[in-house]
Each structure stands twice: as C-alpha cells, then as structure tokens.
C-alpha cells in the first residue's frame, strides 16, 4: 500500500500510467471487448486488468492520477451504440460523471464509431479490462499535462 495512491490501482496499470507522456492514449474497456488480442498490439504489449470494477469505478481511480489532456477536444471519447450513435446507456453516463468531477466541470466526451475505436485501441498506449459486464462500457482517456509548481 502506497499513501495517496488509489488502493484499486494495481502496479502494472500505475507503471503503465506513470510512463505514458502527453497525448498518450489509454483504452479502459468492458469484459466483452477484444481486450487481450487487441492489447498486444500497444504500447505496453499486454492487457492490463482491474476486474473487480465498474467502468466508472476504473476511470474513478485511474483519474486520480492521470490528468486529461486540456489541449485537444478529443480527451475522452466512448464507444458509439451501434445503429445509435447519440444514445448515451447509464454506464456512458456513470464514467462522464467520473471525467466531469475529476475536471471540476461538464467536459463531454467525444463518439467513437465502434470499429473505429478498435483501431485507437490498437494505437494506443494500454488496453485496461474492468470487470464491467454492461454493453458499451469501452473508454478512451487522452493523457494531459501536469504544470510546474510555482
């Protein structure tokens, strides 16, 4: 146990966090999702895990050491419904309330139509599988920036 450091964020996913730079993207995806063939084509090369956790539960943690990218509209971005790309199911909501608390403000997530967002996720920095079992859980967060302490 570390002070400070969310307990449900284990050491491969804060290693993971830690080493990723500004514009790094980071992929937190439900039980269904291609997690583990998608993940070995990252960065990291392998999946990540936090499989006892909701979606909003994982960003909850992984927010609280990873700052949002501020320069870009494409910080965060969900996976579209397909068929229904405007329809926002309660796990969208319960992770936008996460990303709204953790910015201080409503910062929307962008859509990402749903074979599009499997090839961010291939690009990205890291796959996270949560333990999320509802549809559409699937998340992108776009690493930010910390300033200097003045």
């Known amino acids: 146990m570390l002070k400070g450091i969310d307990n449900r964020l284990n050491a491969d996913v804060l290693g993971a966090l830690r080493a990723m730079g500004h514009g790094d993207v980071v992929i ?3 039980t269904n999702f291609p997690a583990d063939s998608v993940a070995r084509h ?10 006892n956790l909701t ?3 994982a960003v909850q943690a992984v927010l609280s050491v990873l700052p949002l990218d501020t320069f870009v509209e494409d ?17 969208q909501t319960e992770v936008q309330m996460q990303i709204d608390a953790a910015e201080g403000r409503p910062r929307p997530m962008i859509s990402i139509e749903r074979f599009a967002f499997y090839d961010l996720a291939r690009k990205s920095y ?6 999320e079992r509802r ?11 910390i300033p200097p302490q003045e």
């Open 126 to 131: 890291a796959v996270i599988q949560t333990g």
């Open 42 to 51: 990252t960065t990291v090369g392998h999946l990540l895990r936090m499989e």
């Open 28 to 30: 937190i995806s439900d």
């Open 75 to 91: 910080f965060a971005g969900r996976m579209e419904i397909v068929g229904d790309a405007a329809q926002i199911p309660p796990v």
């Open 135 to 145: 549809f559409y859980g699937c998340f992108m967060l776009r690493k930010g920036v």
């Open 55 to 57: 979606a909003a539960q």
